[in-house]
């Protein structure tokens, strides 16, 4: 964006915990003290009078005057800080690369730090030389750094103040800083925005004299009306995070730059319809219903991530149709669910529960009655995906016979039998496990008649979906000896949180195993979920990718580098990329890259440009008959 003489901006920015995501005289320390003996002592009162200095209550010259007599430092040790401090930009500030070499005469650097090490960082920006201002060092004849400038006015209070005011900069001065030193430049009127950065520290007593809180340089440019490296900061994207997901979930999403809100319990459809108004991610596990009617209410849900396995919670059509990709863990938590499958198969078998329960009431039942080794029985899994396929791996190595049924064509592993019919598979198995999912047509999928087809003195797990089996039935099937042992994870009806009552109809029954849906409630699972589905909406976000997506067109798109992205999400109709393209040619946009996908519902197109572009443009996109959604990425 060209800045005009009129409305001239200028970008004053401070270098520590600014540009950088350090305290530069802290990285020099870590160097220069590594082999002193007080090394871990000295660095934390550099710390100390650091934060002191920066929240203004020790005066600047005294805070640089301590710091430097700590340090120990030289300059042979400046390579190295440079060296680091250049890895160590802010990451904003980094991704922001091309608007600082746009703008080399409106970029300044006013720091209270020392131009050795600040110039050769800044310049790498195209930020020029002579537009840094910042303290000197002074070296005795052996390099060591003994003092500093003290005829240099930024060494002193108000310092910035007295360089901005010799600058004579006519025009808006925007000063962006997180310290007191940076809102002193407002208070004393020589900057028209104090804006307190906050990417890599917070101060509050620096954050509440701040005219703008910009917790990246991508809101400054965006609050600025200025074209950045994002067309919208990620601090603005709102998500909303249900039932208590993993801790690691949410720093990961944080650690990006999104606005987080985490709640612990599920939200029933009329509370998450008005939850949902204004967020644009939503994520959660197995209990909230992502109806029509909560899609409908979502006027800004740009995407939602299931924290689990299933997304039969999700009505993903409706999210289709509305433009938003569903993201799931289809294989985080495989393993957890098939060892409880495991455990349980040889709890039951050996009639554990019930003989737990018989010692903690001091009675003393020893018997080999119903109790059996499962070696050499017969295991039949009704449902042959992820989980059902490596139960079937690790049942066979225990020495059972596998056999199993699924709608779809798999194939088998190691010496499993495949069972072309349900019947078949209850005629033959010793013990049943359920592992399908819990869509609509699945819901009471084993009833009664199931149950007696089955061979008398069955075992019967499940740990796929609630509303699968006819909890009605089961009961009866354990109360006849038809089922001699059952082990359930999930209900037609779970409780929201932990602080809500369990009511089933399977309470108290014998040789009964119920948990409280925990089949992926591992350690492991619930951190390979944290870390693959913010992965996912975090590459939709930043580059468009639907890979994974169980409702989109999956697309992995390439690297984008000096152009912008349009991603346009319509309805699949005949002609839209047409449009779309003759829109593109009116406002003379130059494709570099254009990616399509289509499913029967939607269509899904991806355009890289050139870097110039008409104003108007996004908003002609927006106008094409049948769009859904349209964001500009880059």
């Known amino acids: 964006m060209k800045i005009e003489e009129e409305e001239k901006q200028y970008f004053v920015i401070d270098f520590d915990s600014t540009f950088t995501q350090v305290e530069a005289l802290d990285i020099l320390g870590e160097i220069s003290l590594s082999n002193h003996p007080e090394k871990n002592a000295r660095l934390q009162k550099i710390k100390d009078i650091t934060d002191l200095g920066m929240a203004g209550e020790m005066s600047l010259r005294e805070s640089l005057i301590a710091r430097i007599q700590l340090l120990n430092g030289n300059k042979a040790h400046l390579p190295e800080l440079i060296s680091r401090l250049s890895k160590l930009v802010s990451k904003s500030i980094e991704r922001n690369s091309v608007f600082f070499n746009e703008h080399p005469e409106n970029t300044f650097i006013i720091s209270n730090g020392f131009k050795e090490f600040i110039v050769p960082v800044v310049t790498k920006f195209g930020i ?12 005795d004849e052996d390099g060591n750094i003994i003092d500093l400038n003290r005829n240099n006015v930024l060494s002193i209070n108000g310092g910035k103040v007295k360089q901005i005011e010799a600058l004579k900069l006519k025009g808006q001065i925007n000063m962006i800083g ?50 950045g490296a994002l067309s919208y900061p990620k601090n603005r994207i709102k998500m909303l995070l249900l039932e208590s997901v993993h801790p690691n979930a949410l720093a990961k999403l944080k650690e990006e730059g999104f606005s987080v809100e985490s709640y612990p319990a599920g939200l029933d459809e009329d509370e998450l319809c008005e939850k949902i108004k204004g967020i644009h991610v939503l994520g959660l596990r197995s209990k909230t219903q992502v109806t029509a009617k909560v899609i409908k209410e979502a006027d800004k849900l740009m995407a939602i991530g299931a924290f689990c396995i299933g997304t039969n919670q999700i ?44 010692m903690h009431q001091g009675i003393w039942s020893k018997t080999a009655k119903n109790s059996f080794e499962i070696r050499g029985k017969k295991l039949g899994i009704i449902g042959y995906g992820s989980i059902g396929a490596q139960l079937s791996v690790l049942a066979e190595n225990l020495g059972m016979d596998v056999y199993y049924y699924d709608l779809v064509e798999k194939l088998a592993l190691g010496n499993a039998t495949k069972c072309n019919t349900m019947e078949e598979l209850l005629s033959i198995a010793d ?42 039935a089961l009961k009866e099937a354990i109360l006849s000896g038809k089922v001699i042992g059952a ?109 399509l996908k289509t499913n029967e519902t939607i269509g899904y197109v991806i355009t890289d440009i050139n870097k110039q572009y008409g104003k108007e443009l996004s908003k002609a996109l927006k106008k094409i008959e049948h769009t859904i959604k349209f964001r500009m990425l880059y």
């Open 487 to 595: 082990g359930i994870d999930v209900f037609p009806e779970e409780p929201k949180s932990n602080n809500d009552p369990f009511t089933s109809e399977l309470r108290g029954l014998p040789n009964t195993i119920l948990t409280p849906h925990i089949g992926g409630s591992t350690l492991e699972a619930q951190e390979n979920i944290a870390d693959f589905v913010p992965r996912k909406i975090m590459d939709y976000i930043n580059t468009g990718n639907t890979e994974n997506s169980v409702n989109f067109p999956n697309i992995t798109l390439p690297p984008l580098k000096d152009a912008h992205r349009l991603i346009h999400i319509h309805k699949n109709r005949p002609g839209v990329l047409a449009k779309i393209n003759n829109t593109l040619a009116e406002f003379e946009a130059n494709i570099v890259g254009q990616y």
């Open 128 to 139: 020029k030389a002579d537009h840094v201002f910042a303290n000197d060092m002074v070296f």
């Open 178 to 227: 997180d310290g007191y030193t940076d809102y002193e430049v407002r208070q004393a009127g020589m900057a028209n925005n104090f804006y307190a950065y906050t990417e890599n520290v917070e101060r509050e007593p620096v954050k509440k004299h701040a005219d703008h809180i910009a917790p990246s340089f991508d809101e400054i440019l965006y609050h600025k009306k200025m074209s």
């Open 315 to 358: 009505d993903t059509e409706a999210a289709l149709e509305a433009g938003i990709p569903v993201f799931n863990a289809p294989f985080s938590n495989t393993r957890s669910v098939v060892e409880l499958a495991i455990a349980e198969m040889i709890s039951l078998m050996r009639g554990i529960s019930d003989k737990n329960r018989d």
């Open 431 to 472: 013990v049943v496990s359920l592992h399908i999912d819990g869509r609509p047509e699945n819901g009471n999928f084993f009833l009664r008649e199931h149950f007696q087809m089955m061979k008398d003195g069955v075992i019967f797990l499940n740990l796929a979906r609630g509303p699968v089996v006819d909890i009605l």
